[in-house]
């Protein structure tokens, strides 16, 4: 089940064209995450290697802005001086954080110094001080927190996600509740589905075929015997408990036809109603139209800077007409409510890469998430391969494997 590819709009991403570049400051962090895929091995960058790697992205990939992550990037020293030098290429910094570090004082700096917004990492999977054995729903008075943090300095927006796991799945719509009454100071929230590598099970070849030991890497465990959960699972039980959201686009799969590895949707709504989401032809219009007027594609935008205006296309997008006949009846019932202001806020699922049965990884096609390691573009969640083994490993059924050499 799930959405069907052809209703949806592939975003128009690349390699050297895509709006994001993903730079870690530091594998270094102040908490730990089961859905964490980095060691700490290298520890904090220098400013100069930093400022390197923007460059060469800013050369190589064509971005909108930087992913600035780690580790925890709110922990390095010279994050203000990264976010500044960033600002000045004229390309937007949002820092990915746990935000454990983040204080109203370092916000105004962080502002001052020209980031964005932030995407903020909250699940109940994370070994927080004083929050360990909370549920999702329970997390979102950490959520709140941050939210009316960066709300109260203003002109910045906050993106808020987490790993589903098979446990967690059912509290999606705890955490969509949330965000939906927060409409006018969240502007997002992506659903990341857990994956992992067992070691009970399989066995790891580097790209000589000589074996290697994969416990070193952080995303394996010894067993798993639960399902893992996948973004069409998580699309229709969304579909489900809200009616008024739907995606608008994809990112497909490098190996499978029919993998969605990328779901990305965006609805509108007051504070007090939810009346829709846009559709394909928004978000075409949309990419084209930022790639048309500023040379690049999109990833994040502010909902201060459209609001109402989004219902202009709704003569062309009929996902986008439907919210607004629902904004029209709610009109009716309501006059008062014309004067509220309306808000975007994106929902995006990733699913993350799934280890196929003759070893090859089903990767996210046109990956955002690419980052640099040896001078050349690598998927961030696969880096520490490269950086323990010397390149991408292949995972196979041990069982197989056996068979095979007798």
Same mark, same amino acid.
């Given at each position: 089940?799930?959405?069907?590819?052809?209703?949806?709009?592939?975003?128009?991403?690349?390699?050297?064209?895509?709006?994001?570049?993903?730079?870690?400051?530091?594998?270094? %962090?102040?908490?730990? %995450?089961?859905? %964490?895929?980095?060691?700490?091995?290298?520890?904090?960058? $220098?400013?100069?290697?930093?400022?390197?790697? *923007?460059?060469?992205?800013?050369?190589?990939?064509?971005?909108?802005?930087?992913?600035?992550?780690?580790?925890?990037?709110?922990?390095?020293?010279?994050?203000?001086?990264?976010?500044?030098?960033?600002?000045?290429?004229?390309?937007?910094?949002?820092?990915?954080?746990?935000?454990?570090?983040?204080?109203?004082?370092?916000?105004?700096?962080?502002?001052?110094?020209?980031?964005? +917004?932030?995407?903020?990492?909250?699940?109940?999977?994370?070994?927080?001080?004083?929050?360990?054995?909370?549920?999702?729903?329970?997390?979102?008075?950490?959520?709140?927190?941050?939210?009316?943090? =960066?709300?109260?300095?203003?002109?910045?927006?906050? =993106?808020?996600?987490?790993?589903?796991?098979?446990?967690?799945?059912?509290?999606?719509?705890?955490?969509?509740?949330?965000?939906?009454?927060?409409?006018?100071? *969240?502007?997002?929230?992506?659903? =990341?589905?857990?994956? $992992?590598?067992?070691?009970?099970?399989?066995?790891?070849?580097?790209?000589?075929?000589?074996?290697?030991?994969?416990?070193?890497?952080?995303?394996?465990?010894?067993?798993?015997?639960?399902?893992?959960?996948?973004?069409?699972?998580?699309?229709?039980?969304?579909?489900?408990?809200?009616?008024?959201?739907?995606?608008?686009?994809?990112?497909?799969?490098?190996?499978?036809?029919?993998?969605?590895?990328?779901?990305?949707?965006?609805?509108? +709504?007051?504070?007090?109603?939810?009346? +829709?989401?846009?559709?394909?032809?928004?978000?075409?219009?949309?990419?084209?139209?930022?790639?048309?007027?500023?040379?690049?594609?999109?990833?994040?935008?502010?909902?201060?800077?459209?609001?109402?205006?989004?219902?202009?296309?709704?003569?062309?997008?009929?996902?986008?007409?439907?919210?607004?006949?629902?904004?029209?009846?709610?009109?009716?019932?309501?006059?008062?409510?014309?004067?509220?202001?309306?808000?975007?806020?994106?929902?995006?699922?990733?699913?993350?890469?799934?280890?196929?049965?003759?070893?090859?990884?089903?990767?996210?096609?046109? %990956?955002?998430?690419?980052?640099?390691?040896?001078?050349?573009?690598?998927?961030?969640?696969?880096?520490?391969?490269?950086?323990?083994?010397?390149?991408?490993?292949?995972?196979?059924?041990?069982?197989?494997?056996?068979?095979?050499?007798?």
């Amino acid at each position: 089940m799930g959405p069907e590819k052809r209703e949806l709009y592939r975003l128009p991403w690349s390699m050297n064209d895509n709006p994001i570049a993903w730079l870690e400051l530091t594998d270094i %962090c102040n908490i730990h %995450c089961d859905g %964490c895929y980095r060691q700490n091995v290298t520890g904090h960058k $220098t400013l100069d290697q930093m400022k390197d790697e *923007v460059d060469f992205f800013c050369q190589w990939r064509n971005p909108d802005n930087f992913s600035l992550a780690g580790g925890e990037p709110l922990i390095h020293p010279d994050v203000l001086e990264l976010v500044s030098y960033i600002a000045t290429r004229g390309v937007k910094p949002v820092i990915l954080t746990n935000a454990k570090a983040l204080t109203p004082e370092l916000l105004k700096d962080l502002k001052k110094a020209g980031v964005a +917004g932030f995407t903020i990492h909250i699940d109940s999977h994370q070994e927080r001080p004083g929050w360990i054995g909370k549920s999702e729903s329970e997390l979102n008075e950490l959520r709140q927190k941050y939210a009316d943090m =960066i709300a109260d300095e203003g002109g910045m927006y906050v =993106i808020f996600n987490s790993t589903v796991y098979p446990s967690t799945f059912s509290e999606i719509p705890d955490v969509v509740r949330w965000g939906q009454a927060n409409i006018d100071r *969240v502007h997002g929230m992506v659903f =990341i589905t857990y994956r $992992t590598a067992t070691l009970d099970d399989s066995v790891a070849m580097d790209a000589l075929d000589r074996d290697v030991d994969i416990s070193k890497l952080s995303y394996t465990r010894d067993s798993f015997d639960e399902e893992f959960v996948t973004s069409p699972q998580v699309y229709e039980l969304l579909r489900r408990e809200f009616p008024e959201y739907d995606a608008a686009a994809y990112l497909g799969g490098t190996v499978k036809h029919d993998s969605f590895k990328w779901l990305v949707g965006a609805q509108m +709504g007051s504070r007090h109603k939810v009346y +829709g989401s846009i559709g394909k032809r928004t978000m075409e219009l949309s990419q084209t139209g930022h790639h048309l007027w500023t040379g690049r594609y999109l990833a994040y935008l502010s909902a201060s800077k459209v609001g109402s205006k989004i219902f202009l296309l709704a003569p062309w997008d009929r996902t986008l007409r439907q919210a607004w006949k629902n904004r029209l009846a709610y009109l009716l019932r309501h006059p008062l409510s014309l004067f509220e202001r309306i808000y975007i806020q994106s929902i995006a699922v990733i699913q993350a890469p799934d280890i196929l049965p003759d070893g090859r990884a089903d990767m996210c096609d046109s %990956c955002p998430d690419i980052t640099i390691y040896d001078g050349k573009f690598v998927n961030s969640c696969r880096m520490d391969e490269c950086r323990l083994f010397g390149g991408f490993v292949t995972v196979l059924d041990k069982d197989e494997v056996t068979a095979a050499k007798n």
